[in-house]
């Protein structure tokens, strides 16, 4: 059977464990076998380190390549700018042969050469592509009944589609076919493909625009944001509360990321994929409907 | 006006060719040269909806005349760039002006013009090879958590290929 390198990247791995053991519980169930490898480092990060320099970004996000080729299994990311860093590259150096001899003269000196013969692709891709979203139902034992959850794609996971190739970046349907298959009911609003804003320097523009995407989530009555990048998740979570402070506002949207969700849909229980750590209480969305009762 | 004045209104707006060149120079730069102006990178562009000083079209217009002075600096409005590719979607030229912002601010960071904020954070994947450092907390709740101890990265690989 394929197995998958997971490549969890440095927010996850330090800052939200509970999400990197939601996804290693969740993707079991379904058959999704992971092979963790050593050596990999920062993907490197898609806002600071390739303002810094296209050219090193590259480099290091082609020796994380690498390191999977050598193993011989695809990569399989969970945070959005692990996606866009590990994609770009691998495209990038797929397609243009003399930016691929230049990284590996770089590769060379450390006994590595970057090759072309993996995909990278987000976890939820995965989950649609190889094994869909019967399989992934198939494995709810307590379906998320009547949970509204407010979709949140971020832009990485689509955009540029040209690298991404998951789906349509304008309408897409992969996080509502997951959100269905595990029972709950997936909202649209009117900022769902709004940028949550993390790379602006001037921080007035993020402010506004988490406040109103999570503004336009209210309007429409949801129980909860699902979305499935830990930067999202900051800006929205942590972020809520003080941009909420600021603002001398309340907002009470909790955020969940996607393998939470599924995972209370597998039976888990809400401390075992970490729901109690979050900054705003997620325990509104068990008193509004019977989900983890 | 006063003929000072006048002169250095006239210096700010001479076209500068040779900015092309330095921009044509780094990855993904040279794509400015396809823009023809339509706009189409505008309006579905969230940092342009959310501030009116940001621009796509005018920021890849400043670069084909070459005001390299209003784009080169740490203040530049480049830096309010949400990386969200949109305009790429909408580019029917392929400028994709997201990757030729980038490129632009790799130069800042050449010359010393960029955020400080940029070094040190991207510093940090040179000095610990993760951007996210770990926390107090990181290690106990791996360890409640039933994974695996963080493992040393290996930065001395990373200071070995970021050169030619």
């Known amino acids: ?293 | 006006m006063a003929e000072a004045a006048k002169q250095s209104a006239i210096e700010k707006h001479k076209l500068n060719f040779a900015f092309r060149d330095r921009l044509n120079s780094v990855a993904e730069g040279f794509r400015h040269n396809y823009c023809y102006q339509c706009g189409a990178c505008v309006a579905d562009c969230p940092a342009s909806m959310y501030s009116k000083g940001f621009n796509p079209r005018l920021i890849i217009l400043k670069a084909l005349l070459g005001f390299e002075d209003e784009l080169i600096r740490a203040d530049s409005e480049i830096w309010n760039c949400t990386n969200c590719y949109t305009c790429s979607e909408r580019c029917p030229q392929e400028v994709r002006p997201v990757d030729v912002i980038i490129a632009m601010k790799n130069i800042c960071v050449a010359e010393g013009k960029a955020p400080a904020l940029v070094r040190n954070i991207s510093d940090t994947v040179l000095t610990d090879g993760i951007t996210t450092r770990k926390t107090s907390v990181t290690e106990r709740r791996r360890q409640e958590l039933g994974l695996s101890p963080v493992k040393d990265y290996p930065i001395d690989e990373i200071a070995k290929i970021l050169k030619d």
């Open chain 1, 1 to 293: 059977m394929k197995k998958y390198i997971p490549f969890f990247g440095c927010m996850m791995t330090t800052k939200y464990p509970h999400f990197e053991s939601a996804v290693r519980k969740t993707v079991a169930k379904i058959g999704m076998e992971l092979v963790d490898i050593d050596g990999f480092t920062c993907c490197p990060d898609p806002i600071y380190f390739q303002a810094r320099d296209k050219m090193q970004w590259y480099t290091i996000a082609a020796r994380n390549i690498a390191l999977a080729e050598e193993a011989g299994h695809d990569i399989i990311t969970t945070c959005s700018g692990c996606t866009a860093t590990l994609s770009e590259t691998n495209l990038a150096l797929k397609e243009d042969p003399e930016l691929r001899a230049k990284i590996n003269i770089r590769l060379a000196k450390i006994g590595r050469q970057y090759k072309g013969t993996i995909d990278v692709r987000h976890a939820v891709t995965v989950l649609r592509d190889d094994f869909g979203y019967d399989k992934v139902a198939a494995t709810v034992t307590k379906p998320l009944d009547g949970l509204k959850v407010a979709v949140h794609y971020g832009c990485h996971l689509l955009k540029p589609s040209h690298v991404m190739r998951v789906d349509d970046p304008d309408h897409p349907t992969i996080l509502e076919n997951l959100i269905k298959a595990i029972g709950a009911i997936p909202i649209h609003h009117e900022k769902t493909l709004l940028c949550c804003g993390r790379a602006c320097f001037n921080e007035e523009i993020p402010d506004k625009m988490v406040l109103d995407i999570l503004g336009s989530i209210k309007k429409v009555d949801a129980d909860c944001m699902g979305l499935i990048c830990p930067t999202c998740f900051d800006e929205f979570d942590m972020g809520q509360i003080i941009r909420g402070r600021k603002h001398h506002i309340t907002l009470d949207v909790p955020v969940i990321y996607y393998f939470q969700l599924l995972g209370l849909a597998q039976g888990m229980k809400p401390e075992e994929v970490g729901l109690n750590l979050h900054k705003v209480k997620v325990d509104r969305i068990f008193k509004r409907t019977a989900v983890g009762a």
